[in-house]
């Protein structure tokens, strides 16, 4: 699936977006994100689409916009900021695109790297009286490996 949802280090959530996203696989993805909002817990998101290879397609901008606007209250009840990793002008721009169909409801940070969105990440939860520093060492050792930092 173009987009793989990691719960297994919450409060910090990574999501890694590669290859063309179908609409479809934004519904996988939000069925996942209603699962994390039933915990009723503050998290982080940290979406890497670095190696999003195809712009979203009208279908599919309208379909995340769509899904952000459902679940807004939600992200702001439990979600204290999310972090987009990317590495393509062109990928902005499209992010742009859907953030102007949509404005977000959390704090938005575009590192530079995983390491330093993971960092914010942590920090956003610590300001929030959350305290997720053991889960940083676990979600870079399990991630980093997998992907080009």
Known sequence: MPIEVA??????????VHGTVRDSDVAEAAAVFD?????GEKFTSLA???DLTGIPGAAERKAIADWMRRIEPEMKRHCVGAGNLMKSS???GAMTAIYWLFEPPVPQHYPATLEDGIDWCVQRLAAAGVDAAPNRASL??????KIAI
């Open 90 to 92: 062109v990928v902005r």
């Open 48 to 50: 890497d689409i670095r």
């Open 35 to 39: 699962r994390i909002f039933l915990r």
């Open 140 to 145: 870079l050792a399990d991630v980093a490996p």
């Open 7 to 16: 719960e297994a280090h919450a409060p910090l959530i990574y999501v890694r």
